[in-house]
């Protein structure tokens, strides 16, 4: 007997099949048995509390993210925005602009001073050699 792939899935799809069939029919006699689910209205009050509890856990969880979510958003409101330390760093440029011109402005008063200590000193040192 030659089986090819074709037949060889057939076979493999009629099991599968026959397999499917045989656990229903195992899982219907199996709960037809089960005490806690001897009729509908049971499976529905089971299924009714058990998606009551979820649900209630589900609220309890969202509310729980909601005051957290409030709270981050509170946070994040107190934070500067972009335009703030837009601000911050123009200001900060400016005063680094006024720090180098005084910068310049005391080098240049050093020079100054530097050179009024020599023009006092060589007065000084004219005044002591002319001393009678």
Do not use: C, W
């Not at 007997?1 to 006699?29: E, H, P, Q």
């Not at 909601?66 to 981050?72: C, D, G, K, N, P």
């Amino acid at each position: 007997m030659d089986v090819t792939m074709d037949t060889g899935l057939k076979l493999l799809n009629m099991a599968i099949v026959l397999l499917s069939a045989a656990l229903n029919i195992y899982l219907f006699f199996k709960t037809k048995q089960d005490k806690r689910f001897s009729s509908i209205e049971d499976i529905v009050e089971v299924v009714e509390k058990r998606l009551i509890g979820e649900v209630a856990q589900r609220n309890k969880d969202i509310g729980k993210l909601v005051l957290r979510i409030t709270l981050v958003e509170k946070e994040v409101s107190s934070l500067p925005t972009h335009d703030d330390i837009s601000a911050v760093h123009k200001r900060i440029s400016e005063i680094a602009t006024t720090m180098s011109a005084l910068n310049e402005r005391s080098v240049n008063t050093g020079r100054t001073v530097s050179n009024i200590n020599t023009s006092l000193d060589r007065i000084e040192h004219y005044l002591l050699e002319k001393k009678p």
